[in-house]
């Protein structure tokens, strides 16, 4: 079994900076893409960002382009979302996600196999 713990959410004020990570731990695992979604009260959950494994790749949902960077550390088995120039709209419990199986798709939620139990990023205005 694989689990995903996060850290790094708190409160910060709009224009602020937060870094998340993510570590993976249990059995020995491949994945195949690893992916940040959140989730705003009331709002369904939503793409942030996810990188690839084979190739590193990055991809960005269009509203923190610019802002957000995700990166990874394979030997520690952590993946990390850098959030720059924070928005109150970026306020959400923040999820990462690794998907073991085969495919391209990676911002779409029901893809992914494992999931952290989430950290409440919140930004005032």
């Known amino acids: 079994q694989v689990q995903l713990v996060e850290s790094g959410g708190g409160l910060v004020q709009a224009g602020g900076s937060l870094r998340l990570s993510c570590a993976a731990s249990?059995?020995?695992?491949?994945?195949?893409?690893m992916g940040w979604f959140r989730q705003a009260p009331e709002k369904e959950r939503e793409f942030v960002a996810a990188i690839r494994r084979n190739n590193g790749n990055t991809y960005y949902a269009d509203s923190v382009k610019g802002r957000f960077a995700i990166s990874r550390d394979d030997a520690k088995n952590t993946v990390y979302l850098q959030m720059n120039s924070l928005k109150p709209e970026d306020t959400a419990i923040y999820y990462c996600?690794?998907?073991?199986?085969?495919?391209?798709?990676?911002?779409?939620?029901?893809?992914?196999?494992?999931w952290g139990q989430g950290t409440q990023v919140t930004v005032s205005s």
């Open positions: 996600a690794a998907r073991v199986t085969m495919g391209w798709t990676y911002d779409l939620s029901r893809y992914y196999n494992y």
């Open positions: 249990g059995r020995t695992f491949s994945y195949n893409v």
